[in-house]
């Protein structure tokens, strides 16, 4: 999938814990770290958006295009 | 309990009664001694060709397979429709095996066709088997019965795909977070 996930990196960056996102935007924890390792399908806007509210950022700080991969 | 369950029990029990009356009245068509007026009703083949009296045991036995091979094959189905209405009840409405018992349910009605329009072919084999030499006879007959049970065979079949489609969509759509 040429589609990275640097959710990892944000939280990092922001110094947000992954519990505290999961609970913000209404999914598991589970889900939240299936996302972060980019096992997933998709994401839904929702989510998306309530991501960038949530880290003050741009969809394109979470998702990377590489197009070798 | 909600509608649809109640109405789902309701089959349940219409079906058990169908099966054991299917099952029930091949043995009585068969083997009881007073019901040759039963057997000629239901198989109107037996009749044309000389009544139940005429035939000898050997042909009596191999009568009671031949009739008995449709409706097991009914009944396999019946059976299926019991486990499929089971999961529906437990709520397993897109669920692996709804789907199987769907096709199958298909599928086995489409063997009960078959086997419906073969077994009157081996039965007019079977009554004419001592005829003399050149007097055996052979027929293949189609009614619109048997093609009517065609329609809810192919719906099993379509809605098996259906159910097949709606699961690998909620498959994908738990992958989206």
């Given at each position: 999938m ?6 990892d ?18 999914i ?17 806007f ?5 991501i ?8 394109g ?9 | ?9 309701i ?24 019901s040759?007026?039963?057997v ?8 044309q ?8 045991p ?52 489409i ?14 084999l ?9 007097e ?37 759509l738990?992958?989206?977070?």
């Amino acid at each position: 999938m040429p589609i990275i996930v640097r959710l990892d990196v944000l939280l990092a960056k922001r110094k947000v814990k992954s519990k505290d996102l999961a609970a913000h935007i209404g999914i598991t924890e589970a889900n939240l770290s299936l996302l972060k390792s980019g096992k997933v399908k998709g994401v839904r806007f929702a989510t998306l958006a309530a991501i960038c509210e949530y880290l003050e950022c741009q969809p394109g700080d979470i998702l990377e295009y590489h197009e070798d991969l | 309990m909600t509608k649809i369950d109640r109405n789902i029990r309701i089959l349940k029990s219409i079906v058990i009664i169908m099966i054991v009356l299917m099952l029930g009245g091949q043995f009585w068509y068969w083997f009881a001694p007073f019901s040759s007026d039963f057997v000629e009703t239901s198989h109107p083949i037996i009749s044309q060709y000389g009544g139940l009296e005429s035939l000898d045991p050997q042909q009596s036995a191999l009568g009671f397979l031949i009739t008995l091979a449709p409706k097991l094959a009914l009944v396999w189905a019946m059976i299926l429709l019991l486990k499929l209405s089971n999961a529906l009840i437990a709520g397993k409405w897109f669920d692996q095996d709804s789907e199987n018992h769907c096709t199958q349910i298909g599928r086995w009605l489409i063997i009960f066709v078959g086997l419906t329009i073969l077994h009157r072919t081996l039965l007019v084999l079977l009554l004419t088997m001592n005829n003399p030499e050149g007097e055996h006879h052979f027929s293949v007959s189609v009614s619109t019965n048997d093609l009517m049970t065609l329609v809810p065979a192919l719906l099993c079949l379509i809605i098996g795909h259906m159910v097949r489609i709606a699961r690998s969509q909620r498959d994908e759509l738990n992958e989206i977070v």
